[in-house]
């Protein structure tokens, strides 16, 4: 039996590592960890990078940084405006990759990544949210405008239709 595994035949799970000292992880060519700059990070978010990028720098995890802007609502309301001031330089990211394709291949994928960005632009922005849904009944649904109607008006309708699908109308 390999002195890895247990008497079952699986493998042990190696213990985990330690993250070290700051002096240790600078060594290893980790960033050190620093206090968060909501300055920075709206600036860095508004620029269209992303939250690991960002957090990386910081020496710590994306989940950290998402954590951190919850946790206050004034912090969590700047970097949603800032998300949606990114959707601009998505836009901007997506037509540069399309004018810089050089070829049928670059261009497929060009247009697949502007395609994305133009979408997480959508969620975020409102000026980039899709403006091809339709909404059915405006304001006044048809089932509220049916209910606004009398008894009369409603059986005067419900003959109208009647006859209608008959197939011949009544001068």
Same mark, same amino acid.
């Given at each position: 039996?390999?002195?890895?595994?247990?008497?079952? /035949?699986?493998?042990?799970?190696?213990?985990?590592?330690?993250?070290?000292?700051?002096?240790?992880?600078?060594?290893? /060519?980790?960033?050190?960890?620093?206090?968060?700059?909501?300055?920075?990070?709206?600036?860095?978010?508004?620029? /269209?990078?992303?939250?690991?990028?960002?957090?990386?720098?910081?020496?710590?995890?994306?989940?950290?940084?998402?954590?951190?802007?919850?946790?206050?609502?004034?912090?969590?309301?700047?970097?949603?405006?800032?998300?949606?001031?990114?959707?601009?330089?998505?836009?901007?990211?997506?037509?540069?990759?399309?004018?810089?394709?050089?070829?049928?291949?670059?261009?497929?994928?060009?247009?697949?990544?502007?395609?994305?960005?133009?979408?997480?632009?959508?969620?975020?922005?409102?000026?980039?949210?899709?403006?091809?849904?339709?909404?059915?009944?405006?304001?006044?649904?048809?089932?509220?405008?049916?209910?606004?109607?009398?008894?009369?008006?409603?059986?005067?309708?419900?003959?109208?239709?009647?006859?209608?699908?008959?197939?011949?109308?009544?001068?």
């Amino acid at each position: 039996m390999n002195a890895s595994q247990d008497p079952r /035949g699986k493998r042990r799970r190696a213990p985990a590592k330690s993250r070290g000292s700051k002096a240790a992880r600078a060594a290893d /060519g980790a960033a050190p960890r620093r206090a968060w700059d909501l300055d920075d990070v709206c600036e860095r978010i508004a620029a /269209g990078e992303t939250y690991t990028a960002i957090a990386t720098d910081y020496g710590k995890t994306q989940g950290a940084l998402s954590l951190w802007l919850a946790a206050e609502p004034n912090r969590s309301a700047r970097a949603r405006e800032a998300a949606g001031l990114a959707a601009r330089a998505w836009d901007e990211e997506a037509e540069a990759g399309i004018r810089a394709a050089t070829d049928v291949l670059s261009l497929g994928k060009a247009r697949e990544l502007a395609q994305h960005l133009r979408w997480r632009a959508s969620k975020l922005s409102p000026a980039y949210a899709d403006r091809s849904k339709v909404e059915v009944g405006g304001a006044l649904g048809v089932f509220d405008a049916a209910e606004a109607l009398t008894a009369e008006q409603l059986q005067r309708v419900a003959q109208a239709v009647l006859e209608g699908v008959g197939g011949e109308r009544k001068p």
